[in-house]
């Protein structure tokens, strides 16, 4: 449906503006739960909506974990009452006082992080036996995309090095196959059962050496319904809440719907056959090519040729006008930094604008 998206109070609302669609969050939600019923095997990642809504959303569902990448994530789910709370980045320098801080703070959830090596694993095991507590960890695991991560092939000592120390306990694995990002999904379910194998592996060897059961978080969005079938591992996609152009286009057999847009207005011509528009840099994510980062739902055959903090130059062909203060409403390529970039959204139901939330989780401090 194309009548989905417009907003009949348009004049109240100062644009650029990112506008969510609480009712087909919902329905997003309940796609998610068509690929995973068991809300206990989801650990779905708070990054793309940074939002304490949202998050009571999929409280609701029955999740009771969640995974987040800054120390403010994991403290807007604390402040939500989320009883499990990973932070899927390894705490390094001050992150480490402010993640013991937050234990310290938000005693009804329990927190968990990552390490990758002794060093970090120790500086972190240390900082939290001085304050007479524990933190439960995951190693990390590199399972091909290369950025963070011990490879499976060495974490079997980390594991037992991690063992000596006071302060931290392992529970877990962690593999994120971010790189995984075929279009076909036959082609990306053997790659990601090829990156997977090692993981399993490990967690054998883990398991018939400790006695204890390891828990594993693996995937993202391109991923986890691979993952799903595996009733060993939480899945942790993210981006399924809003959707976004960029997912769409290469993951054609995850039917999930834009849930939110960037509203932008015409507001110049600067000469025949271009206009500009209020979607700058600081309104949307702007690290893929100039053609691929917005998508408008109401005005083809627009073709970006410049773009600067506060403008968006468009090429037009003669077919279609533009007047000046007309809206657009564009579907990020990007949406999960593209939200970061607004410290609050429009939310829109029954085609009006009735409240904004806000982006708590875009800070990078709350409190702590």
């Known amino acids: 449906m194309s009548d989905w998206y417009p907003i009949h109070n348009i004049d109240e609302l100062d644009t650029p503006a990112l506008a969510v669609y609480p009712e087909r969050v919902a329905e997003n939600i309940r796609i998610l739960k068509s690929f995973i019923p068991d809300a206990e095997r989801l650990c779905p990642h708070v990054k793309t909506h940074k939002s ?3 998050t009571k959303l999929l409280m609701e569902s029955g999740v009771t974990c969640f ?25 390094v320098g001050p992150k480490v006082k402010r993640l013991m801080g937050l234990t310290k703070k938000y005693l009804s959830s329990d927190f968990y992080c990552l390490v990758d090596n002794l060093a970090s694993a120790t500086a972190i095991a240390h900082e939290f036996e001085k304050n007479n507590l524990t933190i439960g960890v995951y190693i990390d695991l590199n ?24 302060g931290i306990h392992v529970i877990g694995l962690h593999a994120y196959d971010g790189h995984i990002r075929d279009s076909d999904v036959n082609t990306r379910t053997l790659r990601c059962d090829e990156a997977f194998e ?12 400790s006695g204890k059961k390891m828990l594993v978080i693996a995937g993202g969005t391109p991923t986890f319904p691979i993952h ?19 997912y769409q286009s290469i993951l054609p057999e995850q039917p999930f719907l834009f849930a939110a847009l960037v509203v932008t207005r015409v507001i110049s011509k600067p000469t025949d056959g271009t206009i500009c528009i209020d979607l700058g840099h600081k309104s949307i994510a702007s690290e893929n090519a100039l053609d691929k980062r917005v998508f408008f739902l109401n005005a083809e055959g627009l073709t970006p040729i410049g773009h600067s903090e506060e403008h968006m130059i468009l090429k037009f062909d003669n077919s279609r006008s533009y007047t000046i203060g007309e809206v657009l409403y564009g579907v990020p390529y990007h949406i999960c930094p593209t939200v970061a970039l607004h410290d609050r959204v429009a939310i829109v139901t029954d085609h009006r604008v009735a409240e904004h939330w806000t ?10």
């Open 52 to 54: 304490p809504e949202i």
């Open 359 to 368: 982006t708590l989780a875009r800070n990078r401090v709350i409190s702590v």
């Open 228 to 246: 799903a079938k595996r009733k060993e591992v939480l899945c942790s996609p993210g981006t399924f809440v809003y959707w976004d152009k960029g």
């Open 143 to 166: 399972v091909g995309m290369n950025r963070t991560g011990i490879k499976p092939a060495d974490a079997l000592t980390l594991y037992h090095q991690c063992r000596s120390l006071n």
């Open 198 to 209: 090692p993981v399993k592996t490990l967690r054998a060897d883990i398991e018939k050496q």
């Open 67 to 91: 995974k987040c990448a800054t120390v403010a994530e994991a403290e807007m789910l604390a402040m939500t009452g989320v009883q499990k709370i990973v932070l899927a980045y390894q705490p």
